[in-house]
DNA sequence: TTTTTTATGTAGTGATCACTACATAATTGC
DNA sequence: GCAATTATGTAGTGATCACTACATAAAAAA
């Protein structure tokens, strides 16, 4: 997992792996299938619901406070020099040579998936009256998701933890900026793009 | 270009490369010298200052504009149907095997200038005093750094134009609550973090 | 124990990787 | 026209790619 994480689908190859595992091909073969087999339990192993930030973070009882939360706990994780820098969902899966597509399309569902999840909870939250019923949740999903997946470049790129911090502030005053407009337009009737 | 633009380094093979040229592998490496210089050279193309969105950008009135000109005009790049979805220089190198670490660190060097011009025209800015003398060049910089990586993402997942426009409309709505903080802070004297 | 099943290591599969020695073709200088 | 130089194609370099046939070793079943 570690590997493919910071290395890519790609840019990780099964001498890495068994030499890493401390098993032959032979082994890995018998219990994994193939490279890609075994990438995609890597991913799942990443992704798994019970260690996922996102998850978790949906939980908060607010729309606002779940999203500060997934950016807040995901950016900590791709800076945890523990572990490689970045999301291996959104990381490892970049540059694909021809014929391995498949790869790509399966992390971008991932992706999807996460992008499901803020979207419904942005639902729920103008549901239960935390944010105004006019809040466009399809803009306010890919807004979080830009600077969550922008984060992971960050990261690559030695983000210093606490500027990280800092740039989700301003992302949430972003956040709450937008949310005032749906407010606005709710009352105005209008259309709610920032001047 | 577009090919590493679209694959990345290592997913572009030299038989792609000659084949998409239309010359054999001794004329590449008579023209170029090697897969690497190369590459540096698409780079170079890709990224040259009269090409550049970012460049013609920062020319802008105020830091304000300047940042948003810079968001919108890669924004339109990077989901260009004609050209590889997102950015080559945030793209090309994210997924490297051990012994390539020098491609990486080219790219990241690239993204470390951008970042540098876009801290230098906030700190016109505020010089210039359409932002407050407060402002903090880093964050606003790392922050508006930080939707742009995001945005060659959500391109390369297919994003739609006018939602990209909607995501930069709530980025710069950040941009401005959190310049207001830092004004807030120079009348105030407080720390700046929005609670 | 003996047999059967399962797991593992050795060694090598053809394919492709970036790259190049060598020969031929086109171009240039005289 | 003729020699020197430059450019290009052919064919192949060793290395590494993902993957596997085969044989041996360990474990389970009889």
Redesign the interface.
Same mark, same amino acid.
């Given at each position: 997992m570690r590997l493919f994480w910071e290395? +890519? /689908? %790609?840019?990780?190859?099964l001498a890495?792996l068994t030499s890493a595992m401390g098993i032959t091909p032979t082994s890995l073969y018998a219990a994994f299938g193939s490279k890609d087999a075994l990438f995609r339990e890597a991913v799942a192993a990443y992704n798994a619901p019970e260690n996922s930030p996102t998850d978790r973070a949906m939980l908060r009882p607010t729309a606002r406070e779940a999203v500060e939360e997934m950016l807040r706990a995901n950016a900590d994780a791709y800076v945890d020099p523990g572990t490689p820098p970045g999301c291996m969902v959104?990381?490892? +899966?970049?540059?694909?040579? %021809?014929g391995h597509e498949d790869v790509g399309r399966h992390l971008?569902e991932l992706? +999807?998936q996460d992008r499901a999840k803020v979207r419904a909870r942005i639902v729920r939250g103008a549901e239960d009256g935390d944010l105004p019923a006019g809040a466009?949740a399809?803009?306010?999903a890919? /807004?979080a998701?830009?600077?969550?997946?922008?984060?992971?470049?960050?990261a690559?790129?030695g983000?210093d933890p606490e500027?990280?911090q800092?740039?989700i502030?301003?992302?949430?005053?972003?956040?709450?900026?937008?949310v005032r407009?749906f407010g606005d337009a709710a009352r105005t009737g209008g259309a709610g793009?920032?001047p």
């Open positions: 290395h +890519g /689908y %790609e840019g990780t190859s890495m959104v990381l490892s +899966g970049i540059n694909l040579s %021809e971008a992706r +999807g466009d399809d803009v306010l890919d /807004y998701l830009t600077v969550l997946h922008g984060l992971s470049v960050q690559r790129d983000a500027r990280v800092a740039v502030d301003a992302a949430m005053a972003g956040w709450d900026a937008m407009t793009r920032t």
